[in-house]
């Protein structure tokens, strides 16, 4: 049975490097866990940490199931669900928009300038992210199915049973 951690590891290394990073940004903020202030998100140090949080789950501990799991929802919520379609970038998009018609004059001039670099390099971005949104579901569909995760489950319950010498009891129950 192949290790879900492994295979999300190498999907995510397979990202262009600034997609990497902004995975890495996103979830770190988003997955309990995670240090996400403090980080240097400017150099690779952001990225290595968050790899190296992702590889501390790749064992057999019962926990670790429920870190995949919990990973896979919140990449759906935080990334896939506001960027995985065209209409997903509707919001951002009006907000740039927004920004530039203003006529805020306590609004720095900066902030227009980013809006614009951020609609010209919208439909590029769009398209990209959707692509990556794809590749999420097929990674979703098959290593990190339920079923995929049930057969990680079941193997690593195997593993670690052969430490069991007795049965486990809560509340008067043997489970």
């Given at each position: 049975m192949s290790n879900p951690?492994?295979?999300l590891l190498q999907w995510l290394?397979?990202?262009?490097?600034?997609?990497?990073?902004?995975?890495?940004?996103?979830?770190?903020?988003?997955?309990?866990?995670?240090?996400?202030?403090?980080?240097r998100w400017e150099s690779d140090e952001g990225i290595n940490q968050f790899?190296?949080?992702?590889?501390e789950h790749s064992g057999t501990d019962i926990g670790n199931i429920g870190f995949?799991?919990?990973?896979?929802?919140?990449f759906d919520f935080t990334i896939f669900n506001k960027r995985g379609t065209v209409e997903s970038w509707s919001d951002p998009q009006k907000m740039f928009e927004s920004?530039?018609?203003?006529?805020?004059?306590?609004?720095?001039?900066?902030m227009k300038e980013t809006a614009r670099k951020m609609l010209d390099a919208m439909p590029a971005r769009r398209e990209k992210w959707?692509?990556?949104?794809?590749?999420?579901?097929?990674?979703?569909?098959?290593?990190?199915?339920d079923a995929a995760l049930e057969a990680w489950e079941r193997d690593n319950f195997l593993v670690r049973s052969k430490d069991i010498t007795k049965p486990v009891v809560v509340r008067g129950h043997a489970i």
């Open positions: 951690i492994t295979q290394k397979s990202q262009d490097n600034d997609i990497q990073g902004e995975i890495a940004f996103l979830m770190s903020a988003a997955v309990p866990g995670f240090d996400f202030y403090g980080v790899y190296a949080k992702i590889e995949v799991v919990a990973f896979r929802a919140i920004v530039l018609e203003s006529t805020d004059a306590d609004q720095p001039p900066s959707i692509e990556i949104c794809k590749q999420w579901q097929e990674l979703k569909s098959s290593a990190l199915s």
